[in-house]
């Protein structure tokens, strides 16, 4: 028997005989168990066996398969039909399992991990022993839930619009969420939860799974009366797109886990504090990316003054985005030609590097590198390097084929002399179409994180941001290579709150760019206050895309003040727990930031649309040490936000009140009636012990 127990999780094993191992407990820590409770365990797990079912008591294995009697979907599918036994089970470490699996030509090693944060990792590497090649269908991780998890919760979304949750219960058949992007997607299911009936932010018992992957992948929930519920994901991979020849080997991705008792707030605080151990904290540099300021405007003249005026407010890095290279005057020619536009970089980018680190900002640039417009000299030269012959446009462009040696060769050559000329400290790494070519996700995507693994190896200290026409490709495998994400092409705050509430359930939100728009969106049109705008990029990787040089003197004050607040309130704002509260108006979000120990915390409550009431319930403050005394104060940015009412609550005009956290929790505070698309911060303190 194996007991993996960490964060208040545990994962128990039965290893014990020849069958692939079987999974007795996913969920709530079990304590610590001696041998004889894990022996008396196991064996109390094992069911009845039902009538009209096999003779043997029906268990959820590993690897679980038709052949030892699972009539779900498989965990394993391919031209034959074996019938894996165990040929040993080792601990590689306290935290980590490795049970390997043969069956006649085939071969699985499987690795599960439990991490000190109560993150669940597994993967299965599959390999050919045989003597033919052999043709993978699918191969995935499986994973049991408790019948109780009876509502799923994933994620839909479009372009600007990423991350849009949808909930339903979970009946008998598989919920399946399948992407064939050749990236997740804007509509990447993203992070699978299910969850105990009407499971919030704050409450309820969810199981979650993600896969750590790039390209095409599966996820899905599955109920049935011969077995238990299920969470399952795996690579989705084409006919044919996996062949092993005699010898070779296949790893999945991998499929990262987690539990929570405490609803969806308990998922992020283990994710979060996962991620965040496997990487070293780098304070995050504010922002200014050219795009939505310049577009293909670029020259020296132009952006000179949008250099000065970023200096002016406290910019940290300044980005220069699409349009620098050879021939790139619009978004329909020139993907490919990494090579600097002479007639409007005629001095290359130097004079606006040095402009940008002499007023002691770092340098970035955007590359597309996957890309190609059929309309370049890469194209004319190698059509041999162009995914698929008669692939439809997109964008105007076309996919590079970077399983082509040549071509990956050129792609590194071509970014590497633009990282050894230039001083740049971080690449917009962008990704702006579908691959529409059947059976080329896999290696693309093994492909691209060979690039990605060779540059950081080349330029440690260079930065990488993964972006996708915004948030498309945002996802754990990726991750492992880059450093930020940019979240969504649109800098509408009110979308904004929506999209970055929701990929903040996996992602912390240090990694989560998020940038201040103009006052009317450049997607949706819609206009915004320079508070809710700036709140909005205050919770994550914040920036500014937006033509500073057209910003009034007294908005570019605002904006100064509000980068001294992001820097001094870095350390919490991305080391923090984040929690968001389940408020009665849906209309009406609370979210915030508790600092490690619980001293400190930053609270917004945002208004999307009309109040659903005149008086509006308290703000509860979720996260504080129940019994700590807090002083709650309004932090203004700028302007205070709008609210139209004959009286502010008294505590308010007071400008401050101190109450223990579990009051704050449980009772809470009056708002401002404010209006809509506004967002009101608090500073939580605790009182000196
Ligand atoms: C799509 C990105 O998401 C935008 O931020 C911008 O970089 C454009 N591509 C440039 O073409």
Redesign the pocket.
């Known amino acids: 028997m194996i007991h993996l127990q960490a964060a208040g999780t545990s994962f128990v094993l039965d290893a014990r005989g020849s069958q692939p191992p079987s999974i007795v407990h996913w969920g709530a820590a079990l304590g610590d168990l001696g041998d004889d409770d894990l022996a008396a365990l196991g064996s109390a797990a094992v069911p009845a066996v039902p009538p009209s079912s096999l003779d043997t008591p029906p268990r959820l294995s590993v690897l679980p398969t038709l052949g030892d009697g699972w009539s779900g979907r498989p965990a394993f599918s391919g031209p034959s039909r074996p019938r894996f036994a165990t040929s040993a089970v080792t601990r590689p470490s306290p935290g980590s399992v490795l049970i390997s699996l043969g069956a006649d030509g085939l071969a699985v090693a499987t690795e599960i991990e439990l991490s000190a944060q109560g993150v669940l990792r597994l993967r299965h590497r599959l390999t050919n022993t045989g003597a033919g090649s052999y043709d993978l269908g699918s191969l995935g991780v499986v994973l049991p839930v408790p019948a109780r998890a009876a509502e799923v919760l994933d994620f839909g979304g479009l372009w600007a619009y990423e991350r849009r949750p949808q909930r339903t219960a979970l009946r008998t058949g598989a919920w399946t969420r399948e992407t064939r992007h050749g990236r997740p997607g804007h509509d990447d299911p993203y992070l699978m939860m299910l969850g105990t009936p009407g499971f919030s932010f704050r409450g309820g018992e969810v199981w979650a799974a993600h896969l750590a992957w790039s390209g095409d992948k599966q996820l899905w929930a599955e109920r049935s009366a011969l077995g238990p519920t299920v969470l399952g994901a795996g690579e989705l991979l084409a006919p044919g797109e996996v062949r092993l020849a005699p010898g070779e080997s296949y790893t999945t991705p991998w499929t990262v886990a987690v539990w929570s008792g405490d609803g969806i707030d308990g998922l992020s605080a283990r994710l979060h504090e996962w991620i965040r151990s496997r990487r070293a904290p780098e304070p995050r540099p504010v922002v200014l990316?050219t795009?939505e300021a310049v577009y293909f405007d670029q020259s020296l003249e132009r952006l000179t003054p949008l250099v000065s005026a970023a200096a002016e407010v406290g910019v940290e890095r300044f980005v220069l985005?699409?349009g620098w290279f050879r021939g790139r005057t619009d978004?329909r020619r020139a993907l490919g030609d990494w090579t600097v536009d002479p007639e409007r970089w005629p001095s290359g980018l130097t004079p606006l590097i040095d402009a940008v680190r002499d007023r002691g900002m770092e340098f970035g640039l955007?590359l597309?590198p996957e890309m190609v417009s059929p309309d370049s000299v890469l194209a004319r030269d190698h059509p041999d390097w162009v995914l698929g012959d008669d692939a439809a446009t997109w964008r105007h462009q076309r996919v590079l084929d970077l399983s082509v040696p040549e071509a990956y060769q050129h792609i590194l050559d071509s970014i590497g002399a633009l990282l050894t000329e230039y001083p740049i400290a971080f690449l917009?790494w962008?990704h702006?179409r579908d691959l529409l070519q059947e059976g080329s996700a896999h290696r693309q995507t093994t492909a691209l994180y060979r690039l990605l693994a060779e540059l950081k190896h080349r330029f440690p200290s260079v930065e990488i941001e993964s972006?996708?026409?915004?948030g498309a490709r945002i996802d754990l495998g990726i991750l492992d290579f880059v450093d930020r994400f940019?979240t969504s092409?649109t800098n509408d705050a009110l979308e904004r709150q929506q999209i970055q509430r929701w990929t903040g359930v996996l992602m912390p939100p240090e990694l989560l760019g998020s940038h201040v728009g103009a006052p009317t969106a450049h997607i949706t049109g819609r206009g915004g206050a320079l508070s809710f705008r700036l709140a909005t990029s205050l919770f994550g990787h914040a920036g500014i895309e937006w033509d500073l040089t057209t910003a009034s003197a007294a908005e570019r004050a605002v904006i100064s003040a509000w980068v001294a607040e992001y820097q001094q309130r870095r350390a919490l704002l991305h080391g923090g727990t984040t929690v968001r509260s389940d408020g009665d108006d849906p209309d009406r979000l609370l979210h915030g930031v508790v600092a490690p120990g619980r001293r400190t915390a930053l609270y917004a409550l945002v208004t999307l649309r009309a109040p659903g009431t005149a008086i509006p319930e308290p703000v509860r403050f979720p996260g504080l040490d129940p019994v700590r005394r807090y002083t709650v104060r309004p932090l203004v940015l700028g302007s205070p936000p709008r609210t139209v009412q004959d009286a502010a609550p008294p505590w308010l005009d007071a400008g401050a009140v101190t109450l223990p956290g579990r009051v704050l929790a449980e009772v809470g505070l009056p708002p401002a009636l404010l209006t809509p698309e506004q967002a009101q911060l608090f500073t939580v303190d605790a009182s000196p012990d």
């Open positions: 990316n795009w985005d699409d978004d955007w597309e917009k962008d702006n972006c996708a026409s915004g940019w092409d």
